[in-house]
């Protein structure tokens, strides 16, 4: 019955309220008890039994909700009964309570703004229009209408989250966009849809423009704020989606938040623009930024996987070293401080260490990409490529919106020399994202040894055009343009090919065995001592080289004997094993395969051994880098990303295996 002492309930609310405040919860539910009892209010026990959701006392708050008859009352009290349940991973009687029916006649009107009209919007604010829109989407909208349409959406996300742990992930991405169909705020939803790479990035910049960001009202009348907070939220998601696909709108929304909101130093633009940078390969940049965000928040555990990425590529043993022992002490619960120790003895070569706690990560968080993805690193590295498979094919049934776990997969195929196999899954991994270097070079070396060597040299220039255009490191991309060289020597455009190899060179790639494909062509094209002159550069290099020997000896008869000898096809017998299909001519090319040898074939076997390292080996020649190419080249959220996934240190071929 009613309470006849309203003086009193108003005091005994802000008791209740001050002890919440200062998350005293005993003191509030002791004093709510006592309100309860009083006034038999439906609000009252809704507040009771939040205070025990806060309390951790999830069991209690649902008996309460029930006792109380209030699940059939209102979309709150269903929402945080089945919260409760999913507390306690009732999965099943969640769902229950949630139902499965998705209220799409609350979807909010779709207004197809475009990814870059919020950010013109925001830069241009002094000249901001008054608009009718909010009108159009119902100002005279009672407050309880709108609280219950956030308690609907809420209600989706409560049901995303109840198939994804029943493994239903395309259920559980339509549930997380229905939350935001409802209501564009819930960020929750959001958070679960690209932190879990459910959408590819083309389906994210869709989804993204069929979002009704102009259903978010200001509140008060000012009209000058009509069109502001639609578009700050627009920004700061477009801030967090993945950064392979439209970076003029992602770099447009930082600066835009930067300069007019003051947010150049908050912890997620900075982690944003480090992710961008670690999809570039500006490891040392992105390193700088996540060491900055850690000075600040040394907890801030969304950071670590590509802090500890970062670390990986530099390979600064000693500061992982420091890290997983400091996590290990201090957060042992936390998924991120078994991903550190794992990423540290992958970095020192421990890996079956590695994959013990990178196993552990996982079985702690079964959607933490990274540590799926380190985990399938670990079969690779040591050859394993039936178990890297199966890893990797886990990873791809629960991160379904991300391309690597289907570019490891082609890795493996090809590594175990099924091409077919191995260009089927690049081809998947192509339809999720188009703008990859990694993913193109890797299309390209399974082109090129299918003997498609214009498809090849394609992909390989796509690859670096892209890496060009997204401002990325070119030192990491010396394999892709290494490859397309050989591809080009292969079709016998000996000046385009010399141009690249030259162009590598530039870039620091000083390697012996680019110098011997300089020497091959100076040979093809009949200038025995320029060939003469960079194979002394290759064996300066390695003194020990076979195949820059022989070359030299033979360049060194060519210039004495100023002979018409064709030397291509054997020489790209004598490095690779396989003599070009354009054909090096017999006669002389003959005698010289005899002269060979033994040798020829010590070289053959040298270079096979090579490729085993660099095409099963991901961990001795990268980081945490996830690409695998020429050069390897780290890559998300992984993501993650994020990201996105961990990168992982899965090469492909290197550079000198593309002269078969």
């Known amino acids: 019955m009613a309470s006849s002492q309203p003086n009193m309930e108003r005091f005994l609310r802000e008791w209740r309220q001050d002890a919440l405040n200062k998350a005293q919860y005993e003191s509030a539910i002791f004093i709510g008890d006592k309100l309860l009892a009083m006034t038999n209010d439906d609000n009252d026990a809704f507040f009771l039994a939040q205070v025990h959701f806060a309390a951790g006392n999830y069991t209690r708050a649902q008996a309460l909700l029930v006792k109380q008859d209030l699940l059939t009352s209102n979309p709150s009290c269903r929402y945080l009964a089945a919260h409760c349940l999913i507390k306690q991973n009732n999965f099943v009687e969640a769902l229950a309570i949630l139902g499965e029916h998705t209220p799409t006649h609350l979807f909010a009107t779709n207004a197809k703004r475009k990814t870059t009209q919020g950010v013109r919007a925001a830069t241009a604010r002094a000249n901001s229009k008054t608009?009718?829109?909010?009108?159009?989407?119902?100002?005279?909208?009672?407050?309880?209408?709108?609280?219950?349409?956030?308690?609907?959406?809420?209600?989706?996300?409560?049901?995303?989250?109840?198939?994804?742990?029943?493994?239903?992930?395309?259920?559980?991405?339509?549930?997380?966009?229905?939350?935001?169909?409802?209501?564009?705020?819930?960020?929750?939803?959001?958070?679960?849809?690209?932190?879990?790479?459910?959408?590819?990035?083309?389906?994210?910049?869709?989804?993204?423009?069929?979002l009704a960001f102009n259903s978010i009202r200001a509140p008060g009348d000012d009209p000058d704020m009509e069109d502001e907070p639609a578009d700050y939220v627009q920004m700061l998601y477009q801030?967090?989606?993945?950064?392979?696909?439209?970076?003029?709108?992602?770099?447009?929304?930082?600066?835009?938040?930067?300069?007019?909101?003051?947010?150049?130093?908050?912890?997620?633009?900075?982690?944003?623009?480090?992710?961008?940078?670690?999809?570039?390969?500006?490891?040392?940049?992105?390193?700088?930024?996540?060491?900055?965000?850690?000075?600040?928040?040394?907890?801030?555990?969304?950071?670590?996987?590509?802090?500890?990425?970062?670390?990986?590529?530099?390979?600064?043993?000693?500061?992982?070293?420091?890290?997983?022992?400091?996590?290990?002490?201090?957060?042992?619960?936390?998924?991120?401080?078994?991903?550190?120790v794992g990423v540290y003895y992958f970095t020192t070569g421990k890996i079956a260490d590695a994959r013990r706690y990178f196993s552990k990560a996982s079985m702690m968080d079964a959607n933490f990409g990274p540590a799926w993805i380190g985990f399938a690193h670990t079969f690779a590295a040591e050859g394993e490529h039936d178990q890297a498979v199966t890893a990797y094919s886990t990873a791809a049934r629960l991160f379904t919106g991300t391309h690597l776990p289907q570019v490891f997969l082609g890795m493996q195929n090809h590594a175990m020399n099924n091409m077919t196999a191995a260009e089927e899954f690049l081809k998947t991994a192509y339809s999720l994202c188009k703008t990859d270097p990694l993913l193109l070079n890797e299309m390209g070396i399974v082109l090129y040894h299918q003997?498609?060597?214009?498809?090849?040299?394609?992909?390989?220039?796509?690859?670096?055009?892209?890496?060009?255009?997204?401002?990325?490191?070119?030192?990491?991309?010396?394999?892709?343009?290494?490859?397309?060289?050989?591809?080009?020597?292969?079709?016998?455009?000996?000046?385009?090919a010399l141009k690249e190899f030259d162009q590598v060179l530039r870039d620091g790639g000083k390697d012996a065995q680019i110098f011997c494909a300089k020497?091959?062509?100076?040979?093809?094209?009949?200038?025995?001592?320029?060939?003469?002159?960079?194979?002394?550069?290759?064996?300066?290099?390695?003194?020990?080289?076979?195949?820059?020997?022989?070359?030299?000896?033979?360049?060194?008869?060519?210039?004495?004997?100023?002979?018409?000898?064709?030397?291509?096809?054997?020489?790209?017998?004598?490095?690779?094993?396989?003599?070009?299909?354009?054909?090096?001519?017999?006669?002389?090319?003959?005698?010289?395969?005899?002269?060979?040898?033994?040798?020829?074939?010590?070289?053959?076997?040298?270079?096979?051994?090579?490729?085993?390292?660099?095409?099963?080996?991901?961990?001795?020649?990268?980081?945490?880098?996830?690409?695998?190419?020429g050069v390897a080249r780290s890559g998300r959220r992984g993501a993650a990303g994020g990201t996105r996934l961990f990168r992982g240190d899965q090469e492909g071929v290197d550079s000198m295996e593309l002269s078969d």
């Not at 009672?142 to 959406?153: F, G, H, K, Q, V």
């Not at 030192?475 to 385009?496: C, F, S, V, Y």
Request: aromatic residues 8%.
């Open 451 to 496: 003997d498609r060597l214009k498809e090849a040299v394609k992909m390989f220039a796509s690859a670096l055009k892209i890496a060009a255009e997204t401002d990325s490191d070119p030192h990491a991309w010396l394999g892709a343009r290494t490859n397309l060289g050989h591809a080009l020597r292969r079709l016998r455009k000996n000046d385009e």
């Open 131 to 210: 608009s009718s829109r909010h009108h159009d989407q119902g100002d005279d909208i009672p407050e309880e209408d709108i609280s219950n349409r956030r308690y609907e959406a809420s209600m989706c996300y409560l049901r995303g989250l109840c198939y994804a742990k029943q493994n239903a992930f395309d259920r559980a991405k339509e549930a997380y966009k229905d939350a935001l169909r409802i209501d564009v705020q819930c960020f929750e939803a959001f958070s679960q849809l690209v932190k879990n790479s459910l959408m590819s990035p083309d389906e994210e910049d869709e989804f993204m423009q069929s």
């Open 239 to 340: 801030t967090q989606l993945s950064k392979y696909h439209n970076p003029h709108a992602f770099n447009t929304a930082i600066e835009s938040l930067s300069t007019h909101y003051g947010l150049e130093n908050n912890a997620d633009i900075l982690l944003a623009k480090a992710d961008l940078l670690y999809t570039q390969c500006r490891f040392k940049d992105a390193l700088a930024i996540t060491e900055s965000i850690l000075m600040d928040d040394k907890y801030n555990f969304a950071v670590y996987p590509i802090h500890l990425a970062c670390l990986y590529e530099l390979r600064k043993t000693n500061v992982l070293f420091l890290i997983a022992h400091e996590l290990a002490d201090t957060h042992p619960d936390e998924p991120c401080t078994w991903l550190a």
């Open 519 to 629: 020497g091959l062509i100076y040979l093809d094209q009949e200038r025995p001592e320029e060939a003469v002159q960079v194979l002394h550069e290759a064996l300066a290099i390695h003194p020990q080289d076979p195949i820059a020997t022989e070359l030299l000896n033979k360049a060194l008869e060519e210039s004495a004997e100023v002979g018409d000898i064709g030397l291509l096809g054997t020489a790209d017998a004598a490095i690779g094993g396989e003599i070009s299909e354009e054909g090096a001519m017999s006669g002389d090319l003959a005698s010289f395969e005899q002269m060979l040898g033994e040798k020829k074939f010590a070289a053959r076997m040298k270079l096979a051994r090579g490729r085993r390292t660099a095409a099963e080996t991901p961990g001795q020649s990268g980081g945490v880098k996830d690409k695998g190419k």
